[in-house]
């Protein structure tokens, strides 16, 4: 197998054909359709959309209700026509929890959402500018996720992560959170071990041209093992790669990482750690999912005049 890492993504494609992936941390809902069929032909399974913010701050609870709802609702469906599995995690981002009157509002609706099928997770929460009142919120619905016995997802900030990270860790610890149910996002070299040596599962998002690339992300699995890592794409409404978990994969593939490992950090490991929830059930995916896109849901289709569906009833994977 070439040692390159400067191949192009059809020859890494080999690398990893009959691997199957879940990727724990993407936003459908700003994505294309393009997306889903490329994901679909990597190998991804299932994936968690965490609820966000949207790039621009929402103005009244409406917004909030509708974007909870298409999560549990529309964008689950869309992702089913695609063949990919779609779990979600319901919260109050961190920066919208400085909307205070707002926020109140908020939280009076989350449990609405958080007892949906489905949804395998309070997320993702935490901090962003590290203010007083993303830190009321967060501890508001750590409570929350007590309650509903469900795992939390934490975005850590991209300023003063160490410090943010650190403070994120203790504050969950402090509210009685068992850490094996608190998955601590967006780690880099800087964070991991803590991370890993309080007990936490530790996310890592892989970002195009900045920050944590996928050459970084197989030298953190050399060095720390796969137990309770996870590999994300974290893909958005931003420059972002839907396809960062098989292509980290893959590259982990061609440094020689066994399959065993690398199954750890693309796939197993999130199951165990969102699974928690009782939501997540391995057999619905495992084997791929049925698509059949003649199917509506509430008299809508992801077909448009004249389309032809694309009809997979059996397996995934690479072709
Ligand atoms: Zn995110």
Not at 6 to 24: C, H, K, S, T, V
Not at 125 to 135: K, L, P, S
Request: net charge negative.
């Amino acid at each position: 197998m070439p040692e390159h890492s400067d191949l192009n993504w059809e020859e890494y494609r080999e690398a990893i054909r009959g691997m199957r992936f879940f990727d724990p941390h993407i936003h459908m809902t700003s994505r294309t359709t393009d997306d889903y069929q490329a994901m679909f032909d990597a190998g991804i399974v299932a994936l968690i959309e965490p609820a966000f913010w949207l790039g621009q701050p929402r103005t009244g609870l409406s917004s909030f209700k509708d974007y909870y709802s298409s999560l549990v609702n529309w964008e689950r469906f869309r992702s089913s026509q695609f063949g990919i599995k779609h779990y979600c995690t319901i919260g109050l981002n961190s920066r919208e929890a400085n909307n205070e009157p707002l926020a109140e509002q908020v939280m009076e609706i989350l449990p609405l959402f958080l007892y949906k099928e489905g949804v395998v997770g309070v997320g993702e929460i935490g901090f962003d500018d590290q203010t007083a009142a993303e830190e009321k919120y967060y501890r508001a619905q750590l409570e929350l996720a007590k309650q509903a016995k469900l795992p939390v997802q934490v975005h850590t900030p991209h300023r003063d992560k160490k410090n943010g990270t650190e403070r994120s860790m203790a504050i969950a610890l402090e509210h009685g959170l068992d850490p094996a149910w608190v998955i601590i996002d967006h780690n880099n070299e800087e964070t991991v071990e803590s991370v890993l040596d309080q007990g936490f599962y530790a996310g890592f998002t892989i970002y195009p041209f900045t920050k944590m690339g996928n050459e970084r992300m197989v030298k953190v699995v050399e060095r720390y093992g796969p137990e309770r890592i996870m590999v994300n794409s974290a893909a958005d409404w931003g420059i972002s790669d839907p396809l960062a978990l098989p292509k980290t994969a893959a590259l982990m593939k061609m440094r020689g990482i066994p399959d065993d490992v690398i199954k750890k950090v693309t796939y197993q490991n999130a199951i165990e750690a969102f699974g928690q929830s009782g939501q997540i059930d391995e057999s619905v995916f495992a084997n791929g999912l049925a698509i059949d896109q003649s199917q509506k849901m509430n008299g809508n289709t992801i077909l448009r005049g004249g389309q032809q569906p694309r009809i997979a009833k059996d397996s995934l994977l690479i072709k």
